[in-house]
């Protein structure tokens, strides 16, 4: 399983893969594929850069990648705005009965309560870039849209390839304008925020627009060595998986000491059909696991989301304390359809020896039937 984008990176699979753990990025990276850590939680700096100090210290010499969230448009960016006062006091009434209902507990008085992510601010996703580039990623890798000119520039200046996630052609050829190397294909069926068109359809469009100037890899439903068989057969140079990796023995964010955590227990009981793509994560459409709290704003009564970055101030707390509370039935967590394949916790290392097995057994049947 080689393809030239496999090789200009030096590694044994063109499997990426995307995941806000840093040991589950790091699992991935030791296992043959490019693990690429999402660096959009980190609020603060330093602890990014701690973090890449232990990606640096734990991948085996093998690269890694790092993932930033530059939104094109951000409206409240760059004014002094408070933006707590632009919530509306009837989002905040909704969110505290829907929590008061659907009994998640408040946080204890020695908790420091959320602030909400500011990653997706550019300046904070600036900081994220300088801090990454000290260390040795061999990807940059943004969401929702492509990185500032100059920001693009500076990575290409120290050696570093640029890849940006795109959920239509008018955004690859973007992208591809713009001098981004790899474009992300992402179809509708992904975890977190997507567009409106499937992978089947979306792959091999993109391929066809954008031709050569630049590679694409396949995101959106992989699970399988089968998938990776198909994204490859659609033209891409690989595939760009997040959401297998939240079921993975590595992955412990959110969970309390030992076992599985309510979100992973809840990730492991749905099906494909268990997700929901709404703007109540963000602000922006994303895809998320659909639970108790994604149902309440659904109803009649629920308010409209906010636009980014607001909806994600306004949630931030509720998050926190959902997560606090354990509940599988109450959890706000972005997943893509392919959850209903993830019913195992397993390591990083089974699963891509799975995705390779897989991915040998589809070529040989294809072969045969030459
Ligand atoms: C929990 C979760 C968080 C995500 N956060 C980000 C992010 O911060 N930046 C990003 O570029 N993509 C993010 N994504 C999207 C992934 O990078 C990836 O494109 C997507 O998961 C691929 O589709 P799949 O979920 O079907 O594998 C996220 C996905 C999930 C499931």
């Not at 063109?14 to 995941?19: A, C, N, Q, S």
């Not at 204890?108 to 550019?122: C, I, M, S």
């Not at 061999?138 to 050696?159: F, R, T």
């Amino acid at each position: 399983m080689q393809t030239d984008l496999s090789k200009k990176f030096g590694i044994e699979y063109p499997i990426f893969g995307f995941t806000p753990s840093e040991h589950v990025a790091a699992a991935i990276s030791r296992a043959g594929g490019l693990g690429v850590l999402g660096c959009v939680r980190f609020n603060d700096p330093e602890e990014l850069d701690a973090v890449l100090t232990w990606m640096d210290e734990n991948t085996d010499g093998k690269p890694y990648g790092v993932d930033i969230v530059m939104p094109a448009k951000v409206p409240t960016e760059g004014t002094a705005v408070d933006l707590d006062s632009l919530i509306p006091a009837e989002h905040r009434a909704f969110v505290d009965r829907t929590l008061t209902e659907l009994g998640v507990p408040p946080l204890g008085d020695d908790a420091e309560h959320a602030t909400g992510v500011l990653g997706w601010l550019h300046s904070v996703a600036r900081s994220h870039v300088d801090v990454a580039l000290a260390h040795r990623p061999a990807l940059i890798a943004n969401a929702l849209g492509s990185p500032p000119k100059d920001v693009i520039d500076l990575a290409h200046e120290k050696g570093v390839p640029v890849a940006a996630l795109a959920g239509a052609v008018e955004h690859a050829r973007r992208h591809v304008e713009n001098g981004v190397d790899i474009v992300i294909a992402q179809g509708y069926e992904a975890g977190g925020h997507t567009g409106e068109v499937a992978s089947m359809v979306l792959w091999p469009e993109i391929v066809d627009a954008i031709g050569d100037s630049a590679a694409v890899l396949a995101a959106g439903g992989v699970g399988s060595g089968r998938q990776v068989a198909a994204a490859l057969a659609l033209g891409a140079s690989g595939v760009w998986m997040g959401s297998y990796w939240l079921t993975t023995a590595e992955y412990k964010l959110g969970s309390a000491a030992g076992g599985p955590s309510s979100i992973q227990r809840a990730l492991l009981g749905a099906s494909s059909s268990d997700t929901v793509r709404s703007r109540i994560y963000s602000g922006k459409p994303a895809r998320l696991l659909k639970t108790k709290w994604t149902e309440a704003w659904s109803k009649p009564d629920a308010p409209s989301p906010l636009p980014m970055p607001l909806q994600n101030i306004l949630v931030s707390e509720a998050h926190q304390r959902i997560s606090a509370g354990n509940d599988p039935e109450v959890v706000a967590m972005p997943v893509g359809q392919i959850v209903g394949r993830m019913n195992e916790i397993r390591p990083v290392a089974e699963i891509m020896a799975e995705l390779v097995d897989g991915y040998d057994k589809a070529v040989e049947k294809l072969n045969r039937a030459r």
